[in-house]
Nanobody, 124 residues
């Protein structure tokens, strides 16, 4: 499966942004999907995930400000981020895996497929 993330950009603190991940080469409804991010000098960290059955999971840092959703008909997964903060600045990556177990969701090494990232910059 191939993944392509888009929607990043430069925004001000408090603004909203919607990231999209387009899936090709596979049937999206079979995959668990996730967003991770990596800020300069930091490790890649989990942001949100949506499982094949629709269950969602969020990192505490974005919980209440972000919503992950999927449109299987369009083979896309989206991440709506509101009330953005400068600390949300990072490259955002989408990931997919058909067999990941619940406890491994926050672990980037557990995800089998990755797309190129999209840069989100939040100015103060």
């Amino acid at each position: 499966v191939q993944l392509q993330a888009s929607g990043g950009g430069l925004v001000q603190a408090g603004d909203s942004l919607r990231l999209s991940c387009t899936i090709s080469g596979g049937t999206s409804r079979r995959y668990n999907m996730a967003w991770f991010r990596q800020a300069p000098g930091k490790e890649r960290e989990f942001v949100a995930a949506i499982r094949y059955n629709g269950n969602v999971h969020y990192a505490d840092s974005v919980k209440g400000r972000s919503t992950i959703s999927r449109d299987n008909a369009k083979n896309t997964v989206s991440l709506q981020m509101n009330s953005l903060k400068p600390e949300d600045t990072a490259i955002y990556y989408c990931a997919a895996d058909s067999q990941i177990i619940l406890s491994s969701i926050p672990n980037s090494r557990s995800w089998g497929s990755w797309g190129k990232g999209t840069l989100v910059t939040v100015s103060s």
